[in-house]
């Protein structure tokens, strides 16, 4: 009766079918194949962007700052004041603070100014939002700031 007996080599087995095939060769046709489905995941996934950042404004008054860090759908951002966290608020920013990302995926970072602030008074604030197609909503709610 015919027997097969494997050849041990360095710990490894080497059966009749092993084939020994040259590392450098492997490497020249994984370099030329086309690129596995994981290798296209790992391109497409990409770290998030930086947000986009206003600067600071001039002048003197409360300094407001905010995030947004998705803004798919919105126009722009106003500015409310009142007298106490309750109310009444009006409208401060006499115009829209316009977003900053127009793509609406990467975020930005909001400064606004109040120069209309008397020095040592208190105001409430807070942000709305308003969307393309004109929804309002707030996006903040009232913060407590002493005027310097």
């Known amino acids: 009766s015919k027997k097969e007996f494997p050849i041990h080599f360095g710990m490894v087995g080497v059966g009749k079918d092993t084939q020994i095939r040259s590392f450098e060769e492997d490497q020249k046709a994984a370099a030329e194949a086309e690129p596995a489905v994981s290798d296209l995941l790992k391109t497409a996934i990409r770290k998030p962007a930086a947000p986009l950042e206003m600067p600071k404004p001039p002048g003197t008054g409360p300094l407001l700052t905010w995030q947004a860090t998705n803004e798919y759908g919105v126009f722009g951002y106003e500015v409310y ?14 115009q829209f603070v316009k977003r900053l990302d127009v793509s609406g995926n990467v975020g930005s970072i909001y ?21 393309e197609d004109g929804r309002k909503r707030d996006f903040t709610t009232p ?4 005027a310097k």
């Open 81 to 94: 004041r009142g007298p106490s966290k309750s109310g009444p608020f009006e409208r401060v920013s006499d």
């Open 111 to 131: 400064r606004w100014r109040d120069v209309t602030a008397r020095s040592g008074a208190t105001y409430y604030y807070y942000v709305g939002i308003v969307y």
């Open 143 to 146: 913060q407590e700031i002493i």
